[in-house]
């Protein structure tokens, strides 16, 4: 089953800015990134059970190359993505930003 994937509007603002900085790192490294997130996304959208929860109803799947980590939860054929966030940000961070679902 293929789910439906939805972004909030942090989780755009989060992808956005961090494919900027990577090319602003280095020119190109922003496009990898984003392809990296895509397929993860893909993976996501094939089999949403996969990945562990990291509350009640989120879900957290790392990206394969890059250190992040995307937060999403699952609501009938729907995949809704919380966030795309580093794995060096703070657990403390990371429930502030889940508490702004929307």
């Known amino acids: 089953m293929v789910y439906k994937i939805i972004y909030t509007p942090l989780a755009l603002i989060d992808t956005d800015e ?3 900085w990577y090319n602003h790192e280095m020119p190109g490294l922003g496009k ?3 392809l990296d997130l895509a397929a993860t996304i893909n993976i ?3 089999n949403p059970f996969t ?4 509350d009640t109803n989120i879900r ?3 990206l394969r ?3 992040f980590v995307i937060l999403y ?3 009938e054929k729907e995949v809704h993505v919380l966030a795309v966030v580093s794995t060096k940000r703070s657990k403390r961070f990371i429930k ?3 508490k702004k679902r929307y």
């Open 73 to 75: 939860f699952i609501e």
């Open 65 to 67: 190359k890059f250190p």
């Open 18 to 20: 961090t494919a900027e």
């Open 96 to 98: 502030r930003r889940l």
């Open 60 to 62: 957290r799947a790392g």
């Open 44 to 46: 996501i959208n094939n």
């Open 51 to 54: 990945f562990s929860l990291l």
């Open 32 to 34: 990898r990134f984003l």
